[in-house]
């Protein structure tokens, strides 16, 4: 599977962005898919993520009512809206797939994940 994050860039407080994760090799409706986000000197950390069968999302509690993750199986691509943004989202913002989820749900752990998109940087001014 190999993913291609896009769409970060430099906002102000208060602003939006959508990211965007481009799948080629698998279909994005057959695999878990995630979004976490590693900031400086920092530890990666878990966002959110989608199901496989797309009927569930899970979101950190960090970005829960702000965030919405999403998926266009006929793009075969995922996407993050993040609104009200704050400084603390400021981060390089990763998609990744899990193959294998036993029961499809995913996980919040970075070592579940077996591939990894090349990160795209936010970075939110107050």
């Known amino acids: 599977v190999q993913l291609q994050a896009s769409g970060g860039g430099l906002v102000q407080a208060g602003d939006s962005l959508r990211l965007s994760c481009a799948a080629s090799?698998?279909?994005?409706?057959?695999?878990?898919m995630g979004w976490f986000r590693q900031a400086p000197g920092k530890e990666r950390e878990f966002v959110a993520r989608v199901s496989k069968t797309g009927a569930t999302t899970y979101y950190a509690d960090s970005v829960k009512g702000r965030f919405t993750i999403s998926r266009d199986n006929a793009k075969n691509a995922v996407y993050l809206q993040m609104n009200s943004l704050k400084p603390e989202d400021t981060a390089v913002y990763y998609c990744?797939?899990?193959?294998?989820?036993?029961?499809?749900?995913?996980?919040?752990?970075?070592?579940?994940?077996?591939?990894w998109g090349q990160g795209t940087q936010v970075t939110v001014s107050s």
């Open positions: 990744a797939a899990d193959t294998d989820s036993p029961y499809g749900l995913g996980s919040h752990n970075s070592w579940a994940y077996e591939y």
């Open positions: 090799g698998r279909t994005v409706g057959s695999v878990v």
